[in-house]
T-cell receptor
Framework: GAVVSQHPSWVICKSGTSVKIECRSLDFQATTMFWYRQFPKQSLMLMATSNEGSKATYEQGVEKDKFLINHASLTLSTLTVTSAHPEDSSFYIC?????????FGAGTRLSVL | SQKIEQNSEALNIQEGKTATLTCNYTNYSPAYLQWYRQDPGRGPVFLLLIRENEKEKRKERLKVTFDTTLKQSLFHITASQPADSATYLCALDRGSGGGADGLTFGKGTHLIIQP
């Protein structure tokens, strides 16, 4: 199946700093990628849709100025958590679709101290 | 809004038996329904997709049914093995189909296969 790579897999940062997470489609091009967040024992919740060459679309309640998304190429989308706070600690997962199937990255565990 | 419920948080099954997981949804008529497997600390892995005009789909030891009248999907693992232990997620597309508008996920069922 298609491969989506996500990096880093785990990051710890101090409160107030910014963290960038990368999502790459390795063997296919993706004009659209998605960013999800998952809290412990909860379902994945869609945060935003990343569109290549245009602005991301954010779900209701997700702060676009806090979660900056850049989709500069057909194989790379980045999510930057700006001025991170402990409540931003979560598991962030990206996905890209091909042939009606969504392929997910391995996820990034963010811990904000 | 779309709502997905998976029958139980955890399910214990003896090795060799068939595990059956349930997914119910409301306020939606999805064109597709998908099942994913998620291991601890990992992203979901696609297992099966079933379309609204399909009653059943099989892949090796996996079988999915889709009843659009009942708004329910059943996910079966036959001849279960300890390696099948994981969380299984039911997902519906949010838009026109195929996940092109993102997916709505259930909370998942944590399946434990006991030797």
């Amino acid at each position: 199946g298609a491969v989506v790579s996500q990096h880093p897999s785990w990051v710890i940062c101090k409160s107030g700093t910014s963290v960038k997470i990368e999502c790459r489609s390795l063997d296919f091009q993706a004009t659209t990628m998605f960013w999800y967040r998952q809290f412990p024992k909860q379902s994945l919740m869609l945060m935003a849709t990343s569109n290549e060459g245009s602005k991301a679309t954010y779900e209701q309640g997700v702060e676009k100025d806090k979660f900056l998304i850049n989709h500069a190429s057909l194989t790379l989308s980045t999510l930057t958590v700006t001025s991170a706070h402990p409540e931003d600690s979560s598991f962030y997962i990206c996905s890209a679709g091909r042939n009606n199937i969504q392929y997910f990255g391995a996820g990034t565990r963010l811990s904000v101290l | 809004s779309q709502k997905i419920e998976q029958n139980s948080e955890a399910l214990n099954i003896q090795e060799g038996k068939t595990a059956t997981l349930t997914c119910n949804y409301t306020n939606y008529s999805p064109a597709y329904l998908q099942w994913y497997r998620q291991d601890p600390g990992r992203g979901p892995v696609f297992l099966l997709l079933i379309r609204e005009n399909e009653k059943e789909k099989r892949k090796e030891r996996l079988k999915v049914t889709f009843d659009t009248t009942l708004k329910q999907s059943l996910f079966h693992i036959t001849a279960s093995q300890p390696a099948d232990s994981a969380t299984y997620l039911c997902a519906l597309d949010r838009g026109s189909g195929g996940g092109a508008d993102g997916l709505t996920f259930g909370k998942g069922t944590h399946l434990i296969i006991q030797p």
